[in-house]
């Protein structure tokens, strides 16, 4: 599970499409430790946006996790804090990017940070000698349907919410890119919504929590309210949904840091 603590598969849009592959980090900070949590995104930022422009990475970007309401079955002390996504073109540029994450790779890394940084070398070594972080939990993703990517370009500021489900029917999946899809897409369309995607979690880290099998991503506008069809048939198939699958509460992510 070494890959794990970063690699994610196949989850999360890139700035205006669907990626190939993404790694997904929630990240549980240590008490009193998020401002210098940031301080080392954002030197960490200097080698992500260089990652970007050369190619090595579509996007990075760094998901502030607010009001989180937990289940049950979560303990306080577990609340994640942020979420990491970063998304590649490929498994093969993924893995080479985690090669790069250890010995001379590291070095490089480092090199990079400091030369395009505005922060002397000592600050720089100051910031990332902080124990920031309590825990770090992944999920490996197949991303099953999405929807075009609207609203122009993510900015900081853009909120979005993703909803971990659990699937109970085994043709949960088609309720999703067969039904929800289309009324999303429609909702898209007539300019209500920005984005929706659906992933289905391949593998998790072993700290991750075992209950969610799929997830749900949505980016809105704040002024505008989704429409549901109310047919005959839509209005069955939204009744029987609750008994193909769990929905867990929604997290409410707010973008802080971005690199495209």
């Known amino acids: 599970m070494k890959k794990l603590l970063l690699i994610t598969v196949c989850l999360f849009a890139s700035i205006n ?5 993404s790694s997904v980090s ?12 940031l301080d080392v995104e954002r030197v960490w930022s200097e080698y992500h946006k260089e990652a970007v422009k050369n190619g090595q990475k579509s996007a990075w970007m760094i998901w502030k996790i607010v009001n989180f309401k937990a289940e049950d079955n979560i303990s306080k002390d577990r609340y994640p804090n942020y979420l990491i996504i970063e998304n590649y073109s490929s498994k093969k540029q993924l893995e080479e990017e985690w090669d790069r994450y250890s010995g001379e790779g590291m070095k490089k890394i480092i090199g990079i940070i400091k030369e395009k940084s ?8 100051k910031i990332l000698s902080k124990n920031t972080r309590k825990e770090t ?5 197949e991303i099953l349907a999405s929807t075009p990517f609207t609203g122009g370009s993510l900015k900081p500021g853009d909120k979005m919410t993703m909803t971990a489900m659990e699937q109970l029917s085994d043709d949960y ?7 929800y899809k289309d009324v999303f897409l429609n909702n898209i369309m007539e300019g209500n919504h920005r ?4 992933t289905k979690i391949t593998d998790r880290s072993d700290n991750a929590f075992d209950f969610p099998t799929h ?3 949505n980016l809105g506008f704040d002024e ?4 549901f069809p109310e047919d005959f048939v839509s209005n069955k198939i939204l009744e029987i949904t609750p008994n193909v699958r769990k929905a867990y509460n929604p997290v409410n992510l707010t973008l802080v840091y971005i690199a495209e």
């Open 195 to 198: 984005f929706w995607g659906f």
């Open 224 to 227: 505008k309210n989704l429409k």
């Open 137 to 141: 939990r992944v999920y490996l993703h």
């Open 118 to 125: 505005n922060l002397s070398n000592r600050q720089i070594d």
């Open 17 to 21: 499409s669907f990626s190939q592959y």
């Open 173 to 179: 999946e088609q309720f999703e890119t067969e039904f």
């Open 26 to 37: 929630f990240i549980v900070l240590n008490e009193g430790m998020e401002k210098a949590y």
């Open 215 to 217: 997830v749900t991503w």
